[in-house]
């Protein structure tokens, strides 16, 4: 017991923890809240005039696709059309038609925009007998959002990992590891002391995260304690594996990012190009890949889906605690003490 205060001590005092613990919450929390801003302005028409070029009657039609400013001077409007944070189309009177001019650096939706606002001005006549049908303007945010969330949650899930291997690195570092070794502890006393500091902390950020960006039933609300406990429990055995094979602070560290990467990047690609058969089981190897899916199931109503998750995060749960009792039966043997 006394160990785990300690373990807890040393956490709380390591900026990187804390870094690794706040994170998750924080982009959990912005995700949260540019979720309920309208953005749909930024895809709004704006349009530069020159003061007494155009009638009055050819502003209100431009007035109709989007906001006019009128500018004293060319200068005024060549300036604000080159203006890299903006997307001002310039518009001048060309006889009975008109002129568009812009920088080119604008997207392309803008530049078709600049090249078809002449023709449509000539045939505007015609355009005002067509029938219009206006459509919902769809939440940019929200097909990202259906990824990132998830994303995060893997994050907040597994960042057990990285408590206990930066943990255990920084213990050789300062000769902690060598005192270890000598004290009254048995292997199974050490690997407890270890895997609970991740387990809580990378439990309790995941939890913290889940209610900021989700809003679920009791049922499903149980489900998703199940699989972060489980998730949780997972990273932090890889985290104790991580931690022992890495000789140093900086291959440590690569370690963690390859593990992170392949945490993120697997569940992902799955999502994205869809996995069956063979592949998707190869995938289910990597213990974050259930927990994404399991979260996924969870966000559109499907209960048996993540049931099925849960379960493999189990046998993944069982594993890890079965390959660490090996390897340490293994190193024992060869004359070690731990692993």
Known sequence: MKGLKYQLKSVLWDKFCLMTFLLPILVAGALNFMGSIDMSSLGELHF????NDLSPQTITWLERYGPV?????????????????????GVKADGDSLKTAISGDELEIFRQA????????????????????????????????????????IVAMFMGCT????????????GVAFVNEILPMTPCQYFLQKVVVGFLFGSLSSIITACICFQ???NHWGLMLALILLSSFVAALIGLFTGKLSEGLMIGVVYIKIIMLVFIAVPILCALI??????AVLCNLVP??????????????????AIKDAGILSIHCVVWPALY???????KKQGGYSI
Not at 48 to 51: F, K
Not at 69 to 89: D, F, G, K
Not at 125 to 149: H, S
């Open 48 to 51: 530069g005039v020159l003061e």
């Open 69 to 89: 400013t009128a500018y004293r001077t060319q200068e005024e409007l060549t300036a604000a059309i080159n203006e890299p944070s903006t997307n001002v189309i």
């Open 114 to 153: 600049a090249a078809t606002l002449p023709t449509l001005y000539e045939r505007q006549e015609n355009a005002e007998q067509t029938e219009v049908q206006v459509l919902d303007r769809p939440d940019i945010l929200e097909n990202f959002q259906d990824i990132f969330i998830p994303a995060v949650l």
């Open 163 to 174: 408590f206990n291997a930066m943990n255990i690195i920084s213990e050789k570092e300062d």
């Open 216 to 218: 679920l039933s009791w």
């Open 274 to 279: 869809g996995v069956s058969g063979l592949s």
């Open 288 to 305: 974050s890949q259930p927990a994404f899916d399991g979260i996924m199931a969870l966000s559109a109503g499907n209960t048996g889906a």
């Open 325 to 331: 009792v090996l390897l340490f039966t293994q190193r």
